[in-house]
């Protein structure tokens, strides 16, 4: 069974940085892709940051040029670097694991707080 285990949220202030970290357990194989997500309150859950099936990045318009997303698979981690933060950022972020295959697992997510 597949865990992820998100951590690295908290509070900030507009414009400082944050690195989500998310470890991976139970993985099998290697068709699949990994990515971050968040949710606001009132709002629905939306796309931050993916690898792509061809080993590529995909980012939400609102990340891209702040946000970067990376690996170690040695470790079974992804983070997501976040820089120069906004209030509009606050959200709970959740690590994202799709099977090629289709079967699709969640964190438990980790709360960004950004403000003043």
């Known amino acids: 069974q597949v865990q992820l285990v998100e951590s690295g949220g908290g509070l900030v202030q507009p414009g400082e940085s944050l690195r989500l970290s998310c470890a991976s357990f139970g993985i099998l194989g290697s068709g699949y892709v990994m990515g971050w997500y968040r949710q606001a309150p009132g709002k629905q859950r939306e796309l931050v940051a993916t690898?792509?099936?061809?080993?590529?990045?995909n980012y939400a318009d609102s990340a891209k040029g702040r946000f970067t997303i990376s690996r170690d698979n040695a470790k079974n981690m992804v983070y997501l670097q976040m820089n120069s933060l906004r209030t509009e950022d606050a959200a709970v972020y959740y690590c994202?694991?799709?099977?090629?295959?289709?079967?699709?697992?969640w964190g438990k997510g980790t709360l960004v707080t950004v403000s003043s």
């Open positions: 994202n694991l799709v099977y090629f295959v289709g079967k699709v697992y």
């Open positions: 690898f792509t099936r061809g080993g590529g990045t």
